[in-house]
Structures are given as C-alpha cells and as structure tokens.
C-alpha cells in the first residue's frame, strides 16, 4: 500500500506539494493537466513538466485522476473514434512519461453530485452532502450554476463550465443511451485502447459513480457488485480494473464495501478511502475519516484491502473543511492530512494484528 493525495497542480489547488510532503507517510500524489478538456489530446512536454514538479517537490506521480473520457465516446457516437484515437495517444504519452495508473469514470453527463457543498455540521466545520429531496426540484440546467456556485472561486473536477453550458445538446446526445448501451459503449472502448495499456503496462482504474443512483433519470453503470463485476469481465485483461472509491458506492447503504473488496481481488488498481453518514433514504453527508464520524466501519473497509494483499496506492478522499482553511470543496488540507494518518494507523494496526 501507497498513501498518497490528490493534488490538482499549481494554480488550480489551493494546497501545495511541500505541504502534501510533511504529511507523514504521504509520497505520492494523484495529479491530472487540470485545465485539459475531455477529448483533449495531453502535450508530452505538459506531462514531463508536471512528472517534474512533482518530483522536484520529494513526492512521485502514482496515479493519474483523471483523463475524462469524451461524451461522443460513452454515447457511442460516429466521432467516438477520433477521441479514443486521441485518447490513446494521450495514454501513449504517459506510458512512456512512466505513468502507469489511470484513474476515470464512465458517468454520464454529470461526474459526482451533491445538492449542498459546505452543510454546516454540529462541530462548525463544514462537509459536501446530498439530499435527493432538495436534487428533486433542481432543474437540471440549473445544477451546473448551483454546484459551481459554492466551489470557493475553485474549478470543479468534472464541472467544467464550457462543457456543461450546452446541456440541452448533451441531455439530446444521452437520450436513447439506456445501461445496456452504456456497458457496449464501454466495451467498446476498453478494447480499443487495452492494446496500448498493456503495451506500457497502464492500468485503467474506473471510478464508480457518486451518488450510486441514476441523477435527472440519467443511467449510471457503476453502482453496485455486480456492475464493477460484469465491468471487469467485459474486457479481460490485467489492465482493465477499478478504483474502489467508498464514499462513492457507500452512498447507498446496501453496498457491502469489505464484500465488494474481496469479490474484486486483483482488479482493484487504486483506492479512494473515505466515510460518510446516511441521513435517511437518499441523503447522506460527508464527514471525519474516522469511523466514530460516520456510517462506515473504515477498520473493516482497510482490513479487507489488506485481505486481498492490496498493493496499489490509497488516498483519503473528500475531507470536511475545517480550522478556517478555505479550498476547493472537499480538497483541503488539513482534514484529508487527519485522514491519511487515521488510514496509516488502521494499515499499521492490520497489517501488526496479522503478523
Ligand atoms: C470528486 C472525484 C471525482 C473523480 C472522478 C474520477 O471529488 O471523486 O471527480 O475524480 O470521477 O474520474
């Protein structure tokens, strides 16, 4: 196991890497070219310049989250060739960067969601949550405005604004895409581009989708079991794989993460550990790693990571905000620094007991 953090690049994050590395144990971050659109083919001299920083800096790049995957290539539209052909390059370009670890998601129009990204809390911090309740009367063309609204004058991962100004033509582009279409979609671009990932050895991590739940009547193919399942049989191949993300697939309740572990034994690439506590049906808030804060058993979620000898790197995910620091929502500092040392001592506790 790797503890690392996410860490969006300078000018984008409002953390930095000197700080990520006085993280003890942290010494790898999860980096993208933040400012690339889906589509966009990714510069060999933007990538090493990035893979430089980042080592100047004492910590290395293990993972890349994430290189978005174009709306054409999961509707299956005439021009999906041309963006997987860039895909591909881009992938060419980190394999030979040494950049073996991708991170994406094959969620349809919206990335993750939530309808309050600072909910004040009894301690005074603020965390994200969602309540479909409040999802519910929000138009659609007005959830792009309402999230980017709250991001603290922070760019959102997957809220691109110039992407998500032309809803009416992607709700149009989505409109006959049922499950069974995405899951062909998808296969079809696996097999496309699982050439190139076992030629550098690039694994593809695919994110689930948060909330695990369809969002405006749209599908979501990564929600539960048996979708991560049928996932990784769709394309056999050592390189094609999951991050396992508990907050994302801990949204709904009947998601039994340590089982999902084991069940996914040798296809889990990359892990994005968090908890969160339901509220009721549908509504569920961000909290504390710890498992005293939340719904989750965070002991049971690291133990079967170990179980399954887990290897790949893991980083704390979403924190609250907290001691006045202001940030992208959910990519602070301090709370995910609180979060990796609690996922360290859990890893050291496990990995003692098991000896
Ligand atoms: C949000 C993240 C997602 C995630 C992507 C992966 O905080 O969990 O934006 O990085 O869905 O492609």
Redesign the pocket.
């Known amino acids: 196991m790797k503890m690392i953090m ?1 860490w969006f690049g300078t000018g984008y994050d409002s953390v930095t890497l000197k700080q990520i590395r006085q993280v003890p144990g942290v010494r790898g971050v999860a980096a993208t070219l933040y400012g690339k659109r889906p589509g966009e083919v990714w510069e060999k001299e933007a990538i090493l310049a990035m893979k430089r920083e980042v080592e100047d800096a004492g910590l290395s790049i293990a993972a890349i ?2 290189v ?1 995957i174009h709306d054409t290539i999961k509707t299956g539209a005439p021009e999906r060739d041309r963006y997987i052909d860039n895909y591909i390059t881009t992938l060419e370009r980190l394999g030979e960067a040494g950049l073996n670890l991708v ?3 094959f ?1 349809t129009i919206f ?2 969601t939530r309808s309050d990204l600072a909910k004040l809390r009894e301690d005074g911090a603020t965390a994200m949550s969602y309540d479909q309740k409040i999802i519910d009367k929000i138009d659609p063309d007005d959830m792009s405005t309402a999230m980017n609204a709250q991001s603290n004058g922070y760019a959102l ?2 809220w691109e604004p110039e992407r998500l100004g032309h809803l009416k033509e992607l709700f149009a582009l989505y409109q006959d895409i049922d499950e069974e279409k995405l899951f062909a979609n998808l296969k079809y671009f696996l097999e496309r581009i699982m050439p190139v990932c076992g030629k550098y050895n690039i694994k593809m991590a695919m ?1 689930p989708d ?1 909330p695990s739940w369809s969002v405006f009547g749209l599908p979501r193919i990564q929600t539960r079991k048996e979708q991560l399942l049928r996932l990784v049989k769709l394309v056999d191949h050592p390189c094609n794989g999951i ?1 396992l ?1 508990t ?2 697939l801990g949204t709904n309740p009947k998601n039994d993460i340590p089982d999902i572990i084991l069940a996914l034994k040798g296809h889990i690439h990359f892990a ?1 550990i968090r908890n969160l506590r339901h509220n009721g049906p549908g509504d569920f808030e961000e909290c504390a790693h710890l498992s005293a804060d939340g719904s989750l058993d965070m002991y049971a979620l690291i133990k079967a990571l170990y179980d399954i000898g887990f290897d790949g790197p893991i980083r704390p ?2 924190g609250r905000a907290i001691w006045d620091e202001v940030s992208m929502p ?2 602070g500092l301090y709370d995910r620094a609180l979060g990796a040392t609690y996922l360290n001592g859990l890893w050291e506790a496990v990995e003692k007991n098991s000896r």
Do not use: V
């Open positions: 996410r989250e994430s978005n991170c994406y998601n969620m990335d993750w991962a997957g994110h948060d991050t993300c907050g994302s994005h995910d979403h959910g990519y």
